[in-house]
């Protein structure tokens, strides 16, 4: 068996937050996705006595090895496809304007530095799109955006990035 964070022991390290020992919080940054029997064995034993306390008060929750694999693998896919097309769009950016357009360029890459999650991402998307089409035409933004749409995985990006 394996432990997984809650959304209580999310909470209780975030910044400011400070309900827990020195030793139940350091057990509880290295939890996710952790054996039962390695986490018992910290602080000469003392550890087991900490994660059913962990447990008992819902910061922990166990979880198949399997199941925490397959969530994981979602969430790295996830970020993996954002970060490939954030790195896609700096790439389409400077090709289509940093030479020609140095200050729509620049004001494109900030954007997409800022750009944290999916949806702003999106928007980015949309406006640097929006630039292709103006400056290259509909055929070539058409052509840029399926490749994003495949780098990008899941429906919901493919759908926003065809609609702008």
Same mark, same amino acid.
């Given at each position: 068996? $394996? $432990?997984?964070?809650?959304?209580?022991?999310? +909470?209780? /390290?975030?910044?400011? !937050?400070?309900? &827990?020992?020195? *030793?139940? *919080?350091? &057990?509880?940054?290295?939890?996710?996705?952790?054996?039962?029997? #390695?986490? +018992?064995? %910290?602080?000469?034993? %003392?550890? #087991?006595?900490? !994660?059913?306390?962990? /447990?008992?008060?819902?910061?922990?929750?166990?979880?198949?090895?399997?199941?925490?694999?397959?969530? +994981?693998?979602?969430?790295?896919?996830?970020? &993996?496809?954002?970060a490939? #097309?954030?790195?896609?769009?700096?790439?389409? =950016? @400077? *090709?289509?304007?940093? *030479?020609?357009?140095?200050?729509?360029?620049?004001? /494109?890459?900030?954007?997409?530095?800022n750009?944290?999650?999916?949806?702003?991402?999106?928007? !980015?998307?949309?406006?640097?799109?929006? +630039?292709?089409?103006?400056?290259?035409?509909? @055929?070539?933004?058409?052509? /840029?955006?399926?490749?994003v749409?495949? !780098?990008?995985?899941?429906?919901?990006?493919? %759908?926003?990035?065809?609609? =702008?």
């Amino acid at each position: 068996m $394996l $432990l997984q964070k809650t959304e209580k022991a999310h +909470q209780e /390290l975030s910044p400011g !937050v400070r309900t &827990l020992s020195l *030793r139940e *919080r350091s &057990l509880l940054l290295l939890a996710d996705g952790k054996p039962v029997s #390695a986490l +018992q064995a %910290m602080y000469h034993g %003392m550890g #087991a006595q900490i !994660v059913e306390s962990l /447990l008992h008060q819902g910061y922990l929750t166990r979880t198949s090895q399997a199941h925490a694999q397959t969530e +994981q693998a979602a969430v790295q896919r996830s970020e &993996l496809s954002l970060a490939g #097309a954030r790195m896609y769009l700096f790439d389409v =950016c @400077e *090709r289509m304007f940093a *030479r020609r357009h140095p200050d729509l360029a620049h004001r /494109l890459r900030t954007a997409l530095r800022n750009a944290r999650d999916g949806d702003t991402l999106r928007h !980015v998307a949309e406006e640097l799109f929006a +630039q292709v089409t103006h400056h290259a035409g509909d @055929e070539r933004a058409a052509s /840029l955006r399926a490749q994003v749409s495949a !780098v990008w995985a899941g429906p919901a990006p493919e %759908m926003a990035l065809e609609s =702008c």
